[in-house]
């Protein structure tokens, strides 16, 4: 299953989309199931491709770009121009594993600021690709943590949002120019 869309995985001085940052209104609000996907969305996902790589990131969601859809796009391998990113439209986890892990994580919204957050080793997920047809995927270790925490910012959460250690979280928001008031925890 490899992508149709793919864009030159370089960055760009003026990437096509600004990438909205802790804080900010337009993460908190729940995306939208996108209704049909078409040229215009397709345009959306060659955008977004274009700014995550601009930015140097492995993922990045709708809302990220102040776009209220569900869609993210996802490359845990952008140094490779022979792999295809993965182009997810309204996703849904269909299965979690029992086993969690405990991995470093990062955002393009919130810059510069990396801490672990505790996801499910393995997950299964069900989505429409960039031509509307339905996929299933099998995803584990760094693919399945990325999709996760994509998904996360479809239902306004932030990866800040699940940092169990408050004191390393209140200092690498600090020391980034960003405020604890701007995290709403989540409980597991």
Not at 42 to 62: C, N
Not at 140 to 150: F, V, W, Y
């Amino acid at each position: 299953m490899s992508a149709t869309i793919q864009v030159e995985k370089t960055k760009v001085k003026q990437p096509p989309l600004e990438i909205h940052t802790l804080g900010d209104r337009v993460l908190r609000q729940p995306a939208k199931r996108v209704a049909k996907v078409d040229d215009e969305l397709r345009q959306l996902v060659r955008d977004m491709l274009q700014t995550m790589y601009s930015s140097d990131g492995i993922g990045l969601a709708a809302p990220q770009v102040a776009v209220n859809k569900q869609l993210l796009v996802v490359d845990i391998d952008p140094d490779n121009a022979a792999a295809p990113p993965l182009i997810l439209v309204n996703p849904q986890v269909t299965r979690l594993s029992k086993e969690l892990a405990v991995g470093q994580e990062g955002c393009l919204s919130i810059p510069g600021v990396f801490l672990d957050v505790v996801r499910p080793a393995a997950i299964e997920v069900s989505f429409k690709d960039e031509n509307g047809r339905p996929q299933r995927l099998q995803a584990s270790d760094l693919l399945a943590r990325c999709i996760l925490h994509e998904m996360d910012h479809l239902n306004g959460v932030l990866f800040v949002d699940r940092v169990e250690n408050g004191l390393a979280l209140n200092q690498e928001l600090k020391k980034n120019g960003f405020y604890l008031k701007d995290v709403q925890p989540v409980k597991a």
